[in-house]
């Protein structure tokens, strides 16, 4: 069974770049999520892609948007790029929505780190 | 709206008992998770409570008390790989089951 595999893991861009963030979800796992993780906080919620569609999203702007796959792999895109952008980006998966077990927690992926200069 | 409070950071000495806690307000509750960060890594699973009541996993307990919005991560016999940030995170009950995070407790533990 493969974990959470995110790509790239780290990468610099320069403000108004564009950048695309991967993340192949653990075997099984048909939803994912996508959290920003400032240095010293917890993660923020960003979106979560279900059956290819978004179904849920947080406080963000409509620069940061997603995709995901038939594979349920996933991508997020953040256009416009701005300092405070600078963050760890976090993937996370989990089994599909509906009933709830401590078997069916979150798992992550191990992070991209994003540096805009 | 939804609210998740945890302290900032707490520090602890190695072989001691230390008690983090965490309150929520949420709209709706399905679930409550415990995660372990270490710095520079994600988060990793450590409980999860949807229940009122204490669930023991060897050193570390989590306890929820629903009626209270409130759970506790209980960390026994303190060890020195035990320091990291400590995230409370509640699943709402709604359509799309999104996980929300609190902002995370750093935990100090001194020889």
């Known amino acids: 069974e493969t974990g959470v595999t995110q790509s790239p893991t780290h990468l610099i861009k320069t403000r108004g770049q564009q950048v695309t963030l991967r993340c192949s979800s653990q075997s099984g796992h048909n939803t994912v999520s996508w959290y920003q993780q400032a240095l010293g906080q917890g993660p923020q919620f960003i979106f979560q892609y279900y059956r290819e569609e978004e179904n849920g999203r947080g406080n963000f702007p409509p620069r940061f948007s997603g995709l995901q796959f038939p594979n349920y792999s996933s991508e997020l895109n953040v256009n416009a790029l701005e300092l405070d952008d600078s963050a760890l980006y976090l993937c996370?998966?989990?089994?599909?929505?509906?009933?709830?077990?401590?078997?069916?927690?979150?798992?992550f992926g191990a992070g991209s780190r994003l540096t805009v200069l | 709206g939804q609210n998740i409070d945890q302290p900032t950071e707490m520090t602890a000495t190695e072989g001691a008992i230390v008690q983090i806690n965490c309150t929520y307000q949420?709209?709706?509750?399905?679930?409550l998770f415990w995660y372990q960060q270490h710095a520079g890594e994600a988060p990793t699973f450590l409980s999860y409570?949807?229940?009122?009541g204490l669930e023991e996993k060897g050193r570390f307990s989590s306890f929820l008390s629903r009626s209270k919005g409130y759970s506790y991560l209980l960390l026994k016999e303190l060890q020195m790989k035990d320091s990291a940030s400590y995230l409370c995170a509640v699943r709402a009950r709604n359509r799309d089951d999104k996980i929300i995070f609190g902002k995370g407790t750093r935990l100090h533990i001194l020889p």
């Open positions: 996370a998966s989990f089994p599909t929505s509906g009933r709830v077990s401590g078997a069916n927690v979150l798992t």
């Open positions: 949420t709209s709706g509750f399905n679930g």
């Open positions: 409570n949807v229940l009122d």
